[in-house]
DNA sequence: TAAATGTTTCAATTATTATTGAAAAATGGA
DNA sequence: TCCATTTTTCAATAATAATTGAAACATTTA
């Protein structure tokens, strides 16, 4: 993973909205939430609610997928674990300073 | 861990300078490195730099102390892992998904 | 105390980001 | 096709953050 990309990861996170946004997804594991249901649960406006999907999508931190009327919202544990493992690797100058275990989520919903 | 402390160590860490900090300090391990040496290493002014050490210090994510002339900077592990803590728990509403392991990093430098 | 070194503060400018409401797309059903 | 539902786009406003250079503060050595 590269810095640009950890910045932006990071930056998508580091906002309130966003950051409850996110945990919303990320509860609702790899089923996902409409676009409504998260504007429902969180209390933000759709028009705002959006802005800050798209930022999130942008910064790969969320998937979307068309479903009939809705669009779905899935939290993308991949870019999670990516992000997680950034930030413990390079850790005390590469001396192995504990037992790093990188992946902390389930990656995808497993195909049937 | 709060929501809002982890918004404000988020926000620290989500942005190219800081993250640069951030990481020769963590490279740089619980030894630390005065100000001037952060400098030198990522080319960031000095009044800037004291702009952004000041912007981790308060959201935790670094800490100082006086020696002579320099003041030593140090990251803190403590709160980075508090950070990946919070990340990774409450993940896919409370179904264990995958074995969790919380601590990436020593936390502090062992006293003599 | 004076000079040199290292770091921080301040004020001004520039740039980026969040929020709101109204309008516009896109989709499915009558 | 027409209508209702869901989501996104747009433009305007308000708020926050980054960078710079000069000055101030703190610490050590002569």
Redesign the pocket.
């Known amino acids: 993973m590269e810095t640009k990309a950890v910045v932006t990861a990071l930056?998508a996170l580091a906002?309130?909205?966003?950051l409850a946004i996110f945990r919303v997804l990320v509860q609702a594991g790899p089923t996902g939430l409409?676009?409504?249901r998260i504007?429902e649960l969180t209390g933000i406006?759709?028009?705002?609610?959006?802005?800050?999907?798209?930022?999130l999508s942008h910064a790969g931190m969320v998937s979307?997928q068309?479903a009939?009327?809705?669009?779905i919202y899935t939290a993308n544990f991949s870019t999670m674990n990516a992000l997680l493992g950034f930030l413990t690797e390079n850790c005390c100058g590469g001396n192995p300073c504990s037992p790093v275990c990188s992946p902390a989520c389930v990656t995808e919903k497993e195909p049937t």
């Open positions: 930056a906002q309130d909205s966003r409409a676009a409504g504007s406006a759709p028009s705002s609610l959006s802005f800050h999907l798209k930022e979307s068309q009939g009327r809705f669009v």
